[in-house]
């Protein structure tokens, strides 16, 4: 084993985040996945291939999804050793997804171009959307979203989602890869005639094609995939509570959390009033008499509608993440359908309770709500809720439309606490904006509250950790995206068609039969 070569990968992984949110340095992921292209292409068994997969990964998680730790010992009360062997474990755990594409990679004995340029790109577009689903998903840092929502690659979005730019991204780091191995392999021949033309040739072909795939995703980027719909903007107003996460479930302070609300609630004269995922930190049937009729009052006193997130209990045993509609459309709710593990549900009691017994974290034994639910009408739009984690599930945004005319948002990213955590959250939010063509409110708790607009692009924006009401004007949108139509399948097909060409370059490079 190369302990160079894997210590080299896992600084690549965590250089990689600065290309995120809220950096947004989104070249560097491309430069940084080209070099891990070269250090996978030169390693000399699988095992190694894996562990430079892993390490890169790793590294990447680690640094950019460290605030996993904040969840778990700040405000769930697990003890620091504890805490910091399972966000590491965590980590561990996804960075298998990219060991399996490193693997995979060297496994297939394809030429170096095909496998720069075919494999490497599908492998590891696949590790991301591998992440998206493996122990009920967790596609955070997948490669595609650090090119949202200003690089021209981001204009492959609304035909093939995040995975897709995951896979023209890679595909232009294996560009870059090759040219640098085709340019360094070149100098052993610098004695002979025409060098230098051999040099030349051999490094300008994979660059002309990463400038070819940029200027096809930046003339996508203009393409028009929805319009705005009615004649007159909605006005909404999204009000950030900034109520402190160690304070937001504690009995005694409920009341207060609830007044607050509705006097910033009162305050607005919008069409559409939003407040944030769990604004009203009790059961809805628990709630002060008269307390709903209030906020629903003052919507109806402005000829609007509120949407507020609230705990809805049913029935024993069953209760749902909710947000309910209030005002002067009919009362209409969205339960959450993708919970969280260990925060809106706990997997595996009967191997875990050791687990759960060291944590302190409230309502965290939600139902799931139906896959099938509407768009809730309010305020004149067709609004796709999604609540917290849900919005970076793109596969799940899309059963909402093209029936919605705009998405919203509602979470407490108040557990992760001063981190990188809620602006990468935005990102995401943004990338759902740009494969459905919808513009997306954000309703959070601390932050980031922010209005989006249809091309991914942030409007309007509050700070962080403090109480803020944005006021603004948003149109609906409609439209059908490519990707609306096809989810990830389309992705899907063209990477798997790109594995079974890299295994058909393999053979015939091998000289088997099969290449006769």
């Not at 009401?469 to 790109?498: C, H, K, Q, S």
Request: hydrophobic share 50%.
């Amino acid at each position: 084993m190369k302990r160079k070569s894997v210590a080299l990968a896992f600084v690549l992984g965590a250089a990689t985040v600065p290309g995120y949110a809220p950096f947004y340095f989104y070249p560097i992921p491309i430069i940084t996945t080209a070099a891990i292209a070269v250090v996978l292409l030169r390693a000399n068994t699988t095992l190694q291939a894996a562990t430079i997969g892993f390490a890169a990964g790793f590294g990447l998680l680690v640094t950019g999804a460290s605030w996993a730790y904040v969840s778990l010992h700040v405000y769930g009360g697990m003890p620091v050793p504890a805490a910091i062997a399972s966000t590491a474990f965590f980590n561990a755990v996804y960075a298998v997804c990219p060991a399996i594409a490193a693997a995979l990679i060297h496994r297939i004995a394809a030429p170096p171009a095909a496998r720069m340029l075919i494999l490497f790109p599908a492998a590891w577009a696949l590790a991301n959307w591998m992440s998206g689903w493996l122990f009920t998903g967790f596609p955070w840092l997948a490669l595609g979203y650090s090119q949202v929502p200003e690089s021209p690659l981001a204009g492959f979005a609304p035909i093939f989602g995040v995975y897709g730019v995951s896979l023209v991204t890679a595909f232009v780091a294996g560009c870059l890869a090759l040219a640098y191995l085709r340019y360094a392999d070149s100098g052993k021949y610098g004695k002979l005639s025409g060098a230098t033309r051999i040099r030349a040739a051999a490094f300008s072909m994979p660059i002309a094609l990463a400038a070819a795939i940029v200027v096809v995703g930046a003339g996508l980027s203009a393409i028009q995939w929805s319009e705005p719909i009615g004649d007159e903007p909605t006005k909404v107003s999204l009000i950030q509570g900034n109520i402190p996460q160690e304070l937001k479930w504690r009995p005694e302070k409920a009341l207060d959390t609830l007044n607050k609300y509705l006097e910033l609630a009162r305050a607005s004269q919008a069409d559409l009033i939003v407040l944030p995922e769990t604004a009203l930190p009790m059961f809805g049937v628990d709630l002060p008499h008269g307390y709903l009729g209030k906020l629903a009052d003052h919507a109806r006193s402005v000829g609007g509608d509120l949407l507020t997130g609230v705990p809805e209990f049913v029935g024993p045993g069953k209760y749902y993440n909710s947000v309910i509609s209030l005002g002067t459309s009919p009362s209409q709710s969205y339960r959450k359908v993708h919970l969280v593990p260990f925060g809106d549900f706990f997997p595996m009691r009967w191997a875990l309770d050791w687990l759960l017994s060291m944590l302190d974290i409230p309502m965290s034994d939600f139902s799931r709500g139906a896959t099938d639910q509407k768009p809730i009408a309010v305020a004149g739009q067709k609004v796709a809720v999604n609540i917290c984690y849900e919005d970076v599930f793109g596969e799940e945004i899309i059963r909402q439309l093209p029936e919605a005319t705009m998405l919203a948002n509602f979470t407490n990213d108040a557990w992760w606490g001063r981190s990188l955590a809620s602006r990468q959250h935005l990102q995401m939010s943004q990338m759902r904006s740009l494969e459905t063509g919808r513009p997306m409110l954000r309703a959070t708790n601390t932050g980031v509250t922010a209005v989006i607009d249809h091309r991914g692009r942030v409007q309007h924006i509050a700070p962080e950790f403090e109480t803020t009401v944005i006021d603004a004007e948003v149109y609906g949108f409609t439209g059908t995206t490519p990707y609306m139509r096809w989810g990830n399948y389309a992705f899907l097909l063209i990477a798997l068609a790109l594995i079974i060409a890299s295994i058909v370059a393999a053979r015939r490079h091998a000289g088997t039969p099969s290449a006769s």
